[in-house]
């Protein structure tokens, strides 16, 4: 009984956890420690492998890895190329090569953007369209038949185009001159492009011949007389305002002259503020031909002189679309035919000098209504007798060199 009661009592006591074999582990637990023990050391080796292999040269297979992208993804060196596909060493002191698809950088040639070599000349062609399409609505066929122009003239209708690029014409000339020979290269949408268009054409319409065509227009059309590009500065460079030039008469003259400076000058002799035509004196120039009906296309003339030189044919329909019109000077010409009955609506209109012409007919209404209204203060004519009939004209001319001023037409006069 003792004996029974003391085990009872031995497995019943408490261990003292902090005596040297308090708590323990009993000697089953020791397949668990040897478990941990080898994970432990299975992890070390693990780790040791991999530095060790990230320490060591690429093989052939990680190289072929290295070209694909590894398994994260991304572009690897087979579409990122490498930086030295030439064969040269990395960092790494591995030699790549490139696929077969890549061109080395040292292989391509990279060239700037050139312009190809016809675009000048398209540009040539889209420059010449459009003064074409802005020019050809203007051309008008002179009134007097002319040799040159006989083929249009004749013909039932006519193509303004042909016009401008025929170069026996007027119109042909003044054409090629602002395409080719122009220095200032306007283009078909210059609020300027037709002004200077027409003053060239007025030039070339009245026998100048520009000298320093390389074509050689040098021999005047109408046989005698005639202008040259240098005589008013004509043709240049400069914008057309500024194409005017001392008189060659007043040059000599002028130190006894009591007019202005501005009286002195032929050529563009005042522009406005737009730069736009107010006055034109082209007189004592020895000049022939024709003037043009693309006059009304100087809309802001105030001022046309073309005084004693050998202009000839009709006088154009068109001067009485010139609603600014104060001054015209047609006197001492050769133009014939009928006076046009086209002044009504110039109601700035204050002197007309019409004498020393080869006119025939009556004064048109239209003058001797301006006349009448006080508008008109000068008239001027060959009314001294045949061929014209003037019953409103301030003063009548001979056709030859005598003026007499009209009694009835003076101030007060019955």
């Known amino acids: 009984m003792t004996m029974q009661s003391l085990d009872i009592e031995q497995t019943t006591r408490s261990r003292n956890p902090y005596s040297p074999g ?10 668990s420690t040897s478990a941990r023990m080898y994970f432990v050391v299975c992890l070390a080796l693990f780790t040791l492998i991999g530095v060790a292999k990230m320490a060591m040269p690429a093989s052939d297979v990680d190289d072929e890895w290295a070209k694909k992208g590894d398994a994260s993804g991304g572009w690897g060196s087979e579409h990122n190329h490498p930086i030295d596909p030439s064969g040269g060493s990395g960092s790494s002191g591995v030699q790549y090569s490139p696929p ?8 391509q040639t990279y060239y700037p953007l050139k312009i190809p070599s016809n675009s000048n000349k398209i540009d040539a062609e889209l420059r ?10 203007l051309i008008a066929l002179p009134a007097q038949p002319r040799s040159e122009y006989k083929m ?3 013909a039932e209708k006519f193509v303004p185009e042909d016009i401008l ?13 602002i395409l080719n020979r122009d220095k200032r290269k306007l283009n078909g949408d210059d609020r300027h492009l037709i002004q200077r268009f027409v003053l060239t054409l007025i030039f070339y319409a009245m026998g100048g011949t520009d000298e320093t065509d390389p074509k050689s227009y040098h021999t005047s059309t109408y046989g005698r007389g005639g202008w040259d590009s240098d005589t008013v500065h004509f043709l240049t460079g400069l914008h057309e305002c500024h194409w005017v030039k001392k008189s060659l008469e007043d040059h000599f003259w002028g130190i006894l002259s009591i007019e202005s400076e501005i ?3 032929v050529g563009v002799t005042k522009c406005n503020e737009d730069m736009e035509v107010t006055e034109l004196r082209l007189a004592d120039l020895n000049l022939v031909g024709f003037l043009p009906e693309e006059i009304k296309w100087l809309s802001t003339l105030e001022s046309l002189d073309m005084q004693n030189n050998h ?8 001067l009485g679309d010139l609603d600014d019109l104060r001054y015209l000077s047609l006197d001492g010409n050769n133009f014939s035919g009928s006076i046009p009955d086209v002044f009504t609506g110039l109601m700035n209109l204050e002197r007309v000098y019409l004498n020393f012409n080869e006119f025939n007919g009556a004064m048109p209404t239209s003058l001797c209504y301006l006349r009448e209204s006080g508008i008109l203060e000068d008239l001027w004519s060959d009314c ?12 009548c001319c001979d056709m030859v060199a005598e003026c007499d001023e009209i009694a009835s037409q003076r101030p007060g006069g019955e």
């Open 22 to 31: 308090g708590n323990r582990p009993r000697r089953g637990d020791d397949s």
């Open 100 to 107: 077969k698809h890549y061109s080395p950088p040292s292989q």
């Open 128 to 137: 010449n369209d459009d003064l074409v399409t802005a020019l050809a609505p």
């Open 152 to 154: 249009y003239q004749d």
């Open 165 to 177: 690029y025929d170069t026996n014409t007027a119109h042909g000339k003044a054409f090629d001159f």
């Open 263 to 265: 009286d002195q000058r």
């Open 311 to 318: 202009l000839a044919g009709p006088i154009p329909k068109s």
């Open 384 to 395: 001294g007798g045949y061929p014209i009939t003037c019953t409103c004209c301030t003063v």
